[in-house]
Every structure is written in C-alpha cells, then in structure tokens.
C-alpha cells in the first residue's frame, strides 16, 4: 500500500532546490494554544491528562537517550514517537495559502502535515493539505540537502521520501518537499517564506491531539528556526489553568529587552550544552538546586550527560511537569516534607507522590518557599504557583514534579509567566519573569 500512495503524490511534476530564508529584519508573533484548551475538561482532569502525557513523552525521551550512540535510526522513531507536545500554532501553507492547526515542539526537527490522497491518515481538525491545489509546491529530489538531513533518508524515483515509526500501530511516512508557509494573524504581521522543507505524509496513524500536523523547533537543520534564519524565538508561558492563551514570538519579535516585568528581575541567560547523541535538544547546565535560602545537598554529576548520551537536563516545551533525577528529587522530595508543616501524602489519583492535604487547619501556618534552579550563569527562581499545584477533588497541595531514572527535563509548569528565548545562533537560553496574560 506505501508504493501505492507513494505513487499516486509523485504525479507532482516540478523539483526544487531553493532553501527557505527569512531576513534577519523580519519577525512574527503566533498564539500558543494548549492542546486540551475549550474542550470542556475539569482541571484535575486537565492535570490527569498532562501528567499522563508527560509521562509517555519522558519515557520516549529517554529511550531514545539510550539507543541513540548504538542505532540512530531506532532512536529518530522513538523520537517521532516523543514528540506529542502541549501547545499549537496556527499557520498557513501553500499558494493561495491554507489555514492548519499543528503542534509546536521544542524536542524535534520535522515539519509535517498529513497530505491528500491519503489512504491511512489520523483524525484532524482541517482538510489534508491538497499539493495539487497549491502553486508553489515542489518535491524534493534525493540529492537534495535536505534530504540528507533526515535521520533515515530513502528515495523512491529520485524523490526524497521519509517514514518515521510512533510505535507499534503508528507510523508517518510520505515525501518531502518545499512549500510556502504564511506565519502570523491576519490582524499582525504576516510573513510568508517561500521553500520550507516539510513532510508531507500520505501514510500516518495515531494522535495529533486536534492538530494537523506538527512543527519542529529543536536545533537540527530541518527545524522551523534553522530553515527560516534568524536562529531565534520565544515564548511567554499564560498559567497552565487560565483559558488566556500563551505567545510565541520568532526573529526580531523574540526579544526580552522590552518585556512588561513587574518584579524588577533582569534578564538572565545561561550557555546551551550540546549532547552529540541528541544535537537537536536543549540541553542545559544545572548545577544545583535551592528550597528558599537552603541550597540542596545535591552532587552536580546527577545533572551531567553521561558518556553514553544518556542523562543530563533538557529544558522541554512539549513535557509539562519536570521529571528530575531520581536522587536530585529524593532530596528535594524530603527538603519540602520538612519545610512544610503538614503530613506527606501520595495522591494516587493525579499520579503524583509528593503531597500534602491542603487547605492545612486553621491552626497551622504554611509558608512554600521559592525553588530555584541554579544554572551556569544563572539562577530560575519558581515561586510555588510554579511548582506546586492543588489538587482541589482530592484536597491536596503537590509537587508538581516527578522522578526520573536517568536524566532531568524541566517542563512547561515550570516555566509559567517566564518569557523563555531560544538564542540559537549564540548558544543561549534567556528568560525573565513576566505577566505572560498581558504581554
């Protein structure tokens, strides 16, 4: 059946080998959507379904950790596996220019959306995009450098064609190709950037989380941020609970200079660390961990990336509480029982360990204090809305926050009302504390 659909979208009769650039003056801001926003769920059951995802994402995460030095081609599958992110963007591809719905994710590269004719395809929002119906698509020969850039190139009569396994039952697979894509609402700045490399998949199965397809952000070369030039961009996270959607800011729009902060905090930036067995990732340095003014006794080797690729920290948009190291979280985990007055519970009905019954008696004070991460060079100070969460069903105030066997990634809980900047060309993470409702 592939050789069939795969027949049937090479009727296209153009190449191209143009790359997308956009100018260094050029920039556009999106709406960051959450992925379960207006679909009537409780907010525990809004909790239930991030913590289950970030649980299947870290797992993937952490696969492909393990079998990236030995097989990269199992590795960039699990990946696509991976990447099931929390928040979508609106675009449009193709001439005249089509509106999709896709899930922006810092942890891959490819671009994609399901494509007509379509034999097997996932549930979607939007029609398949129709590369019949556009004026400026081209697909990609095998040559072509883009080609080279997937993981697990192949070619089918000199075009470039990419198959990506989710797992047992899902798969994506279908041509690459150049197209042009159209960034920004029709009330802002609109940019439109003529040969983006995507795939255009005619083969796909699994959950796109009422989206179209999905936009890669990572460091690779097939990325949205590598293709289009100015090598950065930025996010201003809303509270995960509030309906006020998040931004997303690319090119000179991604700028933290100007940001509304009502704390007075100065920006502070902190190096990239490139890990060879995933160089798509954002890898930071972490070097320790404080409750309030107790620094946590913590061996800074638990946060290193290990010979193999393996551990590390990854800052991630798609995971949306932290998983950190196991013994890094067993000494926050007993720094917080003693800090906080009130019994430790393990509230099994949100799948998370460390909490406590909340509200706490009339007769008991409680104070959470701030956490902070302290990074090469900088210091990320969360204050409890940012790492604590109540569970009201349950009555319970947890740690927003899980253990991991190998490796720590810090989520988007975490990284509420900050304004983030990914500074690729100049290898560095950004960020400030901001009221991301309102900017």
């Known amino acids: ?75 960039a599958r699990i990946l696509v596996r991976a ?8 675009l449009a591809i193709g001439t005249p220019p089509v509106n999709y719905t896709a899930i922006m994710d810092t942890g891959s590269d490819l671009i994609w959306t399901q494509c007509a004719p379509c034999l097997l395809c996932a549930d979607q929002p939007t029609p398949y995009f129709q590369p019949t119906a556009s004026a400026t698509y081209r697909l990609l020969p095998c ?45 802002s700045t609109r940019v439109t950037v003529p040969n983006v490399s995507f795939g255009c998949g005619n083969i796909n199965a699994g959950e796109l989380a009422n989206s179209s397809g999905m936009v890669g952000f990572g460091r690779g070369p097939l990325s949205l941020v590598s293709q289009l030039g100015p090598s950065r961009f930025s996010y201003c996270l809303t509270s995960y609970l509030t309906p006020t959607p998040s931004r997303l800011y690319f090119g000179v729009f991604a700028n933290l200079n100007s940001t509304n902060t009502s704390s007075g905090s100065p920006v502070q930036s902190t190096p990239f660390v490139v890990n060879p067995a995933l160089p798509s990732m954002y890898f930071l340095s972490l070097k320790g961990i404080s409750l309030g003014s107790q620094r946590l006794r913590i061996d800074p080797l638990v946060f290193s990336i290990n010979d193999d690729g ?40 949100i799948g998370l360990d460390t909490c406590f019954p909340w509200p706490p008696p009339p007769n008991v004070t409680v104070t959470v204090p701030d956490l902070v991460f302290h990074f090469d060079q900088a210091n990320m100070t969360m204050p409890p809305e940012n790492y604590m969460l109540i569970a009201s069903t349950t009555g319970f105030l ?42």
């Open 398 to 439: 947890c740690l927003a926050m899980a253990p991991s066997g190998v490796g720590t990634i810090i989520g988007n809980y975490q990284q509420q009302n900050l304004h983030v900047l990914y500074d690729i060309a100049n290898s560095l993470l950004s960020f400030v504390p901001a009221p991301c409702n309102i900017i």
């Open 1 to 75: 059946m592939a050789s069939l659909v795969l027949l049937l979208i090479l009727l296209a009769p153009t190449l191209s080998l143009p790359v997308a650039h956009c100018n260094d003056n050029v920039g556009f801001h999106l709406k960051l959507t959450h992925i379960d926003a207006g679909r009537s769920y409780t907010k525990v059951q809004l909790v239930n379904r991030a913590i289950a995802r970030s649980k299947a994402r870290v797992a993937a995460l952490q696969a492909v950790a393990a079998v990236a030095p030995v097989d990269p081609i199992t590795a």
């Open 83 to 90: 990447s099931q992110g929390e928040y979508l963007v609106d």
């Open 143 to 187: 040559s072509s450098a883009r080609c080279s850039a997937l993981t697990y190139p192949a070619c089918f009569k000199r075009v470039c064609v990419y198959q990506y396994y989710y797992g047992d039952s899902a798969s994506s697979a279908g041509v690459l190709a150049n197209e042009t894509f159209t960034f920004g609402a029709a009330n």
């Open 310 to 349: 393996s551990g590390g920290v990854i800052i991630d948009s798609g995971t949306t509480i932290t998983y950190l190291q196991q013994d890094a979280y067993e000494t926050l985990r007993s720094a917080l029982v003693s800090a906080i007055p009130l019994p430790a519970k393990n509230d099994t009905d």
